[in-house]
C-alpha cells in the first residue's frame, strides 16, 4: 500500500540530545499527524498539524507542516530516556475520507 | 489512555479458523477506522465507518469484513485465517468522517494463527 518517506529509519542518540526526523509525499496532504508507539502498544498521538506552515509545539516536542504540503518534520529537543519508541508520522490526503497514511516509523534509542 | 478500547488483547487460533475483534470508539466520536500492522507492511488502513456506515476500504481481503452497529461499536471479522494473517490489528476513532480531524487508537489486539 501507499506510504510515506520517513527518515532516518534509526537513531541512536545520547540524553540530552536533539532529535531530527522527517516525513515526505510526492502526494499533498491535508493534515499530518505524529505518533509515538512503544512496543506492543497502540500508537499515542504526539502532534496534529492542519495548515501549510504551521508550527507546533507539544512540550519538548516540535512539529511543522511543510509549505509544499507534501513534507514534515518532527524535533525532540533535549531527549530524555523515555523518548525511546518508535515515532510514526501519518498524513490524510484531502478527500472525503480520514485514512490515515502510515510513514515506515524511526525507532529512537537514548542512551543515560 | 485515548479513550478507544479494544477486545481481546491478545488471540491465538490456528489456520482455517474465524475471529472477532471489537472496538469501542472514544465517546462521542462517530468514525471507526481498522489498520493492520505487520512487520513487513507496517501500518496499513483497512477500513473505514463513520455512524454506521461503511465510508472507505483500504487493502483488506475479502476474507476480512467489519460492521459499525448503532451504539458505534465496530467489529472486524477475519475468517479463513492464514500464518500470514498474524499481526497487531488497531482500532482509532475520531469525531468526523473525513479530514481534518485527528485519529486516537486503541491498544490493539494481537493476533497469532498458528
Known amino acids: 500500500g501507499q506510504q510515506l518517506n520517513q527518515s532516518p529509519q534509526s537513531m541512536f542518540i545520547q540524553e540530552g540530545e536533539d532529535v531530527s526526523m522527517n516525513c515526505t509525499s510526492s502526494?499533498?496532504?491535508?493534515?499530518w499527524l505524529w505518533y509515538k508507539q512503544d512496543p506492543g502498544e497502540g500508537p499515542v498521538l504526539l502532534i496534529a498539524l492542519y495548515k501549510a506552515g504551521e508550527l507546533t509545539s507539544n512540550g519538548r516536542l516540535t512539529a511543522q507542516f511543510g509549505i509544499t504540503r507534501k513534507d514534515s518534520f518532527l524535533n525532540i529537543s533535549a531527549s530524555i530516556p523515555s523518548d525511546v519508541g518508535i515515532y510514526f508520522c501519518a498524513g490524510q490526503l484531502p478527500s472525503n475520507t480520514g485514512k490515515l497514511i502510515f510513514g515506515q516509523g524511526t525507532t529512537l534509542q537514548v542512551k543515560p | 489512555d485515548s479513550g478507544v478500547t479494544q477486545t481481546p488483547k491478545h488471540l491465538i487460533t490456528a489456520t482455517g479458523q474465524r475471529v472477532t475483534l471489537r472496538c469501542s470508539p472514544r465517546?462521542?466520536?462517530?468514525?471507526v477506522y481498522w489498520y493492520q500492522q505487520s512487520l513487513d507492511q507496517g501500518l496499513q488502513f483497512l477500513i473505514q465507518?463513520?455512524?454506521?456506515?461503511?465510508?472507505a476500504k483500504g487493502n483488506i481481503l475479502e476474507r476480512f469484513s467489519a460492521q459499525q452497529f448503532p451504539d458505534l461499536h465496530s467489529e472486524l471479522n477475519l475468517s479463513s485465517l492464514e500464518l500470514g494473517d498474524s499481526a497487531l490489528y488497531f482500532c482509532?476513532?475520531?469525531?468526523?468522517?473525513?479530514?481534518?480531524?485527528?485519529?486516537?487508537f486503541g491498544p490493539g489486539t494481537r493476533l497469532t494463527v498458528t
Open positions: 465507518y463513520y455512524n454506521g456506515e461503511e465510508r
Open positions: 502526494s499533498i496532504f491535508n493534515t
Open positions: 465517546s462521542g466520536d462517530l468514525s
Open positions: 482509532a476513532s475520531s469525531v468526523s468522517g473525513s479530514t481534518p480531524y485527528e485519529q486516537y
